[in-house]
């Protein structure tokens, strides 16, 4: 993952918890994208952030691939529009399967970085409760510490 991560990839880690990130990576079904499932969710995650998922698109050699599949399957699709239905069709497979394309990336990063790929899915489950209960101390010391 690359050292300074942009706002695409910090929205992705701020929504997807490490449990959905196992879940994304053991099940590529478009029902693991929880976050990124309406047309308008999908849409507007890419309207906030598009130079920075095609930036990390162009310069991840994995999802590169995939993105330059997408590109093209989307460019022969486009040739066969009949009318502009078509094409506004078209284009919202495309830019979900860009979005798509990006956050599993993100997500693979993720779980890598954070030694999860080998993990069970137990583990990661115990893991992310273990951190949850850390911050929930975090939170009710400051609260008791405000009180006199």
């Known amino acids: 993952?690359?050292?300074?991560?942009?706002?695409?990839?910090?929205?992705?880690?701020?929504?997807?918890?490490?449990?959905?990130?196992?879940?994304?990576?053991?099940?590529?079904?478009?029902?693991?994208?929880?976050?990124?499932?309406?047309?308008?969710?999908?849409?507007?995650?890419?309207?906030?952030?598009?130079?920075?998922?095609?930036?990390?698109?162009?310069?991840?050699?994995h999802a590169f691939e995939y993105y330059a599949n997408a590109m093209a399957a989307y460019n022969a699709a486009q040739a066969q529009c009949k009318c502009e239905h078509e094409r506004h069709e078209v284009q919202n497979v495309?830019?979900?399967d860009v979005v798509y394309i990006f956050i599993a990336t993100v997500c693979y990063d993720l779980a890598a970085s954070h030694d999860m790929l080998d993990?069970?899915?137990?583990?990661?489950?115990?893991?992310?409760?273990?951190?949850?209960?850390?911050?929930?101390?975090?939170?009710?010391q400051l609260i008791q510490g405000g009180k006199s």
């Open 1 to 61: 993952m690359q050292d300074q991560p942009n706002d695409a990839v910090k929205a992705v880690m701020s929504n997807y918890s490490p449990i959905e990130v196992k879940r994304l990576l053991h099940n590529h079904d478009e029902s693991m994208f929880v976050h990124h499932q309406t047309s308008k969710s999908i849409i507007d995650f890419y309207a906030e952030h598009n130079e920075d998922i095609h930036h990390w698109l162009l310069d991840d050699s």
């Open 94 to 96: 495309f830019l979900k």
């Open 119 to 140: 993990m069970t899915m137990q583990e990661v489950e115990d893991w992310q409760l273990a951190k949850d209960l850390e911050m929930q101390k975090t939170k009710l």
